[in-house]
Nanobody, 118 residues
């Protein structure tokens, strides 16, 4: 399994950004794709996830209502649409993948930096 995250950059507070995670190496129909982030000096935290089959999503309270995860089946790509960005959203964002019955995410992308200026 290979995951390639992209789309990070610098944005002003209140702005929007869309991250992409291109997945390859297998069929992901029974998998869950997750987004995590790690801010400077902080531990990595869960942002949200999506079940590839069915598209069921889950979000951390800190991003609920502002971030949306979606997927494009034909492109094997998962997206993280981030709206109403805040300076505290500044972090390196990672996509990850696990089989639906696994309890942790064994596969990770390389991370993409999102910087939100005030």
């Amino acid at each position: 399994v290979q995951l390639q995250a992209s789309g990070g950059g610098l944005v002003q507070a209140g702005g929007s950004l869309r991250l992409s995670c291109a997945a390859s190496g297998r069929t992901f129909s029974n998998w869950i794709m997750g987004w995590f982030r790690q801010a400077p000096g902080k531990e990595r935290e869960f942002v949200g996830s999506i079940r590839w089959s069915g598209g069921i999503t889950a979000y951390a309270d800190s991003v609920k209502g502002r971030f949306t995860i979606s997927r494009h089946n034909a492109k094997n790509t998962v997206y993280l649409q981030m709206n109403s960005l805040k300076p505290e959203d500044t972090a390196v964002y990672y996509c990850a993948a696990r089989y639906r019955d696994d309890s942790s995410f064994p596969y990770w992308g390389q991370g993409t930096l999102v910087t939100v200026s005030s």
